[in-house]
């Protein structure tokens, strides 16, 4: 393959390629997840994504934020296999898909809270742009990821956010209508 002049070595890419998908294929793989894949299609789009990454930059093509860009290839995938007749799954191993980033323990919670949000009523755009924030993604990554604007992100967060404090506000009104006497026995809160 003909490399630009400017083009980097293949090793040193290699290993920046490599240091990379150390970092971050385990939230890009809950990203996949998260979109609806089964296990062997989040890996196909894993590694269709650090491939063409490898392609791109042995072509000496520079890439601002190769996190987002990732991101971006794996929803493109996504989308992709969508047009093709591929089905969603449910979001049911989000748990136990640890990365450096986010311990084991933590992800029960983040995988609880991301099964949950449907419930809330949020839109798809408003749950991928929680889904890619819930990676560390930047607004203007997301932004970047999703082809939308940066105050269109913010904007989408916001509502997102105003929809799962209404949704928990209600959840504390519902589990303080009864309070207990001191016999023991269940009245309702006044």
């Known amino acids: 393959m003909d490399r630009s002049p400017c083009a980097p070595p293949t090793a040193a890419i290699e290993r920046e390629i490599a240091a990379l998908f150390e970092r ?14 089964d296990e ?55 748990a ?18 991301m099964q949950g949000l449907p419930q809330i009523g949020l839109s798809a755009r408003e749950m991928e742009c929680v889904r890619l924030r819930t990676e560390d993604l930047s607004y203007e990554e ?20 105003g929809k799962v404090r209404k949704a928990m506000a209600g959840r504390e009104r519902q589990s303080l209508s009864f309070a207990p006497t001191l016999a023991g026995e269940k009245r309702y809160a006044s």
């Open 40 to 94: 062997g299609t989040a890996d196909d789009a894993l590694q269709e994504a650090f491939f063409r990454l490898f392609l791109c930059r042995t072509a000496g093509q520079e890439i601002r934020s190769p996190k987002a860009w990732l991101f971006r290839v794996v929803h493109n995938y996504a989308i992709d296999q969508s047009r093709a007749g591929f089905r969603s799954v449910a979001l049911d191993s989000l």
């Open 142 to 161: 997301i932004a970047g990821v999703l082809g939308l604007q940066i105050g269109t992100v913010g904007a989408l967060l916001a509502r997102a956010h």
């Open 96 to 113: 136990h898909m640890p990365g450096p980033a986010h311990p084991a323990e933590g992800n029960l919670h983040i995988s609880d809270f």
């Open 24 to 37: 971050e294929a385990g939230g890009i793989r809950r990203y996949a997840r998260g979109l609806g894949m």
